[in-house]
């Protein structure tokens, strides 16, 4: 279980690099509100005020980093309690940046493998729309699939098992993922768009054992049908 937040004090709210830096911005307006004035009134101060939003940018992403680098030590270490409660607070801190974003994968991760479905899914559908990881977005959108057959929701197990199909980077890992396409169309019984994968697959995989072997069995599957 998570342990709850405790209150924050100015002093501690004043040492956070972002919320230390807008007391810092209104301090530099206050004290240089004439100077700004001279040289352009409202243009300089918008121009300040970008340079601050984008320092602040920056040291948003470096505090994200170093929690996400902090909670997969602990994941490495199999201490998933502590790795917990830090990717809580990366999501809920910095759940905008990519970091952000990665820590709320791994948390769902957490979640899956802990059977809790309804807590996992939100977060591989943030990843799944927002993240820039070709390998974790293909990651959970398989996640999604598989969390909706269990609901068992076929259109969007197969939906989501689509988009893993097309983010694929290589030719191998997009007929894997077909592969697990197949099942689905097969357990909705759609027999069209599973031959014409079978098909694609027999075409552009022919000289691949592996992935001949997984066609044959997933051909087994459609004749029992």
Known sequence: MLKPKRKITRDEIKKDSFVESVFQLRTFIKENRQLLTR????????AFVMIFLSQSFQN???????????????????????AKIQLQELVDEYGS???????????????????????????????SKKG?????????NEAISNIYLYKNDMKNAIKYQLKAVNHSNTNKLKAYNNLKLIELYLKDSDYDKSNKIIKDLRSNHS???DIMQKVDYVIGLMMKK
């Open 60 to 82: 948003n992403q470096k505090e994200a980093q170093y929690l996400l680098t902090k909670s997969t030590l602990f994941l490495d270490n199999g201490d998933s309690q502590n």
């Open 132 to 140: 820039k990881n070709t390998f974790l977005v293909i990651s959970a």
């Open 39 to 46: 040289i352009g009134g409202g243009i300089g101060l918008l």
């Open 207 to 209: 000289d691949d054992v």
């Open 97 to 127: 940046t990519e970091a952000g974003r990665a820590g709320g994968f791994y948390l769902g991760q957490i979640y899956f493998s802990n059977n809790d479905y309804e807590s996992s899914l939100p977060l591989f559908q943030v990843y």
